[in-house]
């Protein structure tokens, strides 16, 4: 997850924040930069925090996808005194407008080529850029949404092509009742803070050297096929006997030994019984 003051933002895919690599700061232009790893068919969201929990004003965060603007999501200013919340200092945009009732949510795609020259100079300076500008706004209004976004997707000439091979799509549409927006207008003429999410596949990150190889297994740990192993050849020492047999006659001595020392206990103590049987007959008398 990128941060630059209070703010936070990352892109989600199934729940998780997806790595961030090469992260660059510009404090001149409050912005941060980073590389993240794409995989065509994932949804994904732009999911963006503030934990500044005395903010007293609204903020929104716009974003471009692919260098096309996507809408933005409003940040309502907390209250006085008002616990901040998980949901009241969080925002997620995962879908985009295309029609007063459709929505669309976002994924990662494939770019598609052509050879027609009439996409010559179609291919976008921001192919391959997901940007979330934060501003403070002003609350002005409600209406309804009217900046739709085209649900085709990006089509570049082969010769035009970028280095990535992704980009910004959409997902099957989902009808929704019309709702109202909120319209705002923002404070100033630069945003808070500007995070740039730079998407590639994986393996193009680790090529370029920004991402690191994925861990190899360590040596020994993979499982090999399995083998012959020759009975044992039991050594023996030229006297005959292998190694077994040698130990096995040791035992054998051993507890021969204990035997003796057992019987030898054993007629100690009647001596000694006899012994004192016998004194004690002689007081009798």
Same mark, same amino acid.
Request: hydrophobic share 35%; aromatic share 8%; net charge neutral.
């Given at each position: 997850?990128?941060?630059? =003051?209070?703010?936070?933002?990352?892109?989600?895919?199934?729940?998780?924040?997806?790595?961030?690599?090469?992260?660059?700061?510009?404090? /001149?232009?409050?912005?941060?930069?980073?590389?993240?790893?794409?995989?065509?068919?994932?949804?994904?969201?732009?999911?963006?925090?503030?934990?500044? @929990?005395?903010?007293?004003? @609204?903020?929104?965060?716009?974003?471009?996808? +692919?260098?096309?603007? %996507?809408? =933005?999501?409003?940040?309502?200013?907390?209250?006085?005194?008002?616990?901040?919340?998980?949901?009241?200092?969080?925002?997620?945009?995962?879908?985009?407008?295309?029609?007063?009732?459709?929505?669309?949510?976002?994924?990662?795609? *494939?770019?598609?080529?052509?050879?027609?020259?009439?996409?010559?100079?179609?291919?976008?300076?921001?192919? %391959? !850029?997901?940007?979330?500008?934060?501003?403070?706004?002003?609350?002005? =209004?409600? %209406?309804?949404?009217?900046?739709?976004?085209?649900?085709?997707?990006?089509?570049?000439? !082969? $010769?035009?092509?970028?280095?990535?091979?992704?980009?910004?799509?959409? %997902? /099957?549409?989902?009808?929704?009742?019309?709702?109202?927006?909120?319209?705002?207008? *923002?404070?100033?003429?630069?945003?808070?803070?500007?995070?740039?999410? $730079?998407?590639?596949?994986? +393996?193009?990150?680790?090529?370029?050297?920004?991402?690191?190889?994925?861990?190899?297994?360590?040596?020994?740990?993979? *499982? /090999?096929?399995?083998?012959?192993?020759?009975?044992?050849?039991?050594?023996? +020492?030229?006297?005959?006997?292998?190694?077994?047999?040698?130990?096995?006659?040791?035992?054998?001595?051993?507890?021969?030994?204990? *035997?003796?020392? /057992?019987?030898?206990?054993?007629?100690?103590?009647?001596?000694?019984?006899?012994?004192?049987?016998?004194?004690?007959?002689?007081?009798?008398?």
């Amino acid at each position: 997850m990128l941060s630059y =003051g209070t703010l936070r933002a990352c892109i989600r895919v199934d729940g998780q924040a997806l790595e961030s690599y090469g992260i660059e700061m510009f404090p /001149e232009e409050n912005k941060v930069t980073c590389w993240i790893a794409s995989e065509a068919g994932k949804t994904f969201s732009v999911v963006w925090q503030d934990i500044n @929990h005395a903010r007293q004003y @609204h903020q929104t965060g716009d974003v471009i996808l +692919d260098g096309v603007h %996507g809408g =933005g999501q409003l940040m309502r200013a907390l209250s006085f005194n008002e616990p901040p919340t998980y949901q009241r200092c969080t925002a997620e945009f995962k879908y985009v407008n295309t029609s007063m009732n459709s929505v669309r949510p976002l994924t990662f795609s *494939r770019l598609q080529l052509t050879d027609e020259d009439q996409h010559m100079n179609s291919a976008h300076a921001e192919l %391959g !850029e997901i940007s979330l500008a934060i501003w403070p706004v002003n609350v002005i =209004g409600m %209406g309804y949404q009217k900046k739709l976004v085209p649900a085709k997707g990006t089509m570049v000439h !082969e $010769r035009s092509k970028k280095a990535s091979s992704h980009c910004v799509g959409f %997902g /099957e549409e989902i009808r929704i009742q019309p709702q109202q927006i909120t319209h705002v207008a *923002r404070i100033g003429t630069t945003p808070m803070t500007t995070f740039i999410f $730079r998407y590639r596949p994986f +393996d193009r990150l680790v090529a370029d050297g920004i991402a690191p190889p994925p861990m190899q297994p360590l040596r020994g740990t993979k *499982r /090999e096929a399995p083998v012959d192993v020759p009975e044992p050849d039991y050594h023996n +020492d030229g006297t005959g006997l292998d190694a077994d047999d040698e130990t096995l006659r040791e035992l054998n001595a051993l507890k021969a030994q204990v *035997r003796r020392l /057992e019987e030898r206990i054993s007629t100690t103590r009647n001596v000694k019984k006899v012994k004192i049987e016998s004194s004690g007959a002689m007081r009798n008398q």
